[in-house]
């Protein structure tokens, strides 16, 4: 399987009710092509700070993103995830948990 890393672009979408929303860009993986024993998971570098990120395909469709060293598996990458829980920003301490690496 060949995955491709791409950012979509922030964009307008139309409502049913004839308003527009504003849907924000965003990192995602595409498949580039199908294969039958397919691994999981995509270990890359990331885009934005080149730290090593874990790619996970999830069952139902989509991808997770995380930490791929020092036993941070389950903790998700911050820069595929900026925008979507409280703050739209990196928070000014996050590269510092980080910065041992």
């Given at each position: 399987m060949?995955v ?14 004839g308003?527009?929303t504003?849907?924000?860009?965003s ?9 039958s ?11 934005m ?7 996970a395909?999830?069952?139902n ?10 036993g941070?598996?389950?903790l998700?990458?911050?820069c ?9 920003a ?8 980080f910065?041992?690496?």
């Open positions: 060949t491709q890393l791409i950012y979509r672009k922030a964009h307008d979408r139309k409502l049913k009710s308003a527009y504003r849907i924000p860009g990192w995602m993986v595409r498949e580039t092509a199908l294969t024993h397919g691994s999981k998971t995509w270990l890359h570098d990331c885009p700070c080149g730290a090593k990120v874990r790619s395909k999830m069952p469709g989509g991808w997770s993103h995380y930490e791929a060293r020092g941070l598996q389950s998700k990458h911050p595929f995830y900026i925008g979507e829980d409280i703050r739209n990196r928070d000014v301490k996050t590269p510092d948990l910065a041992s690496l």
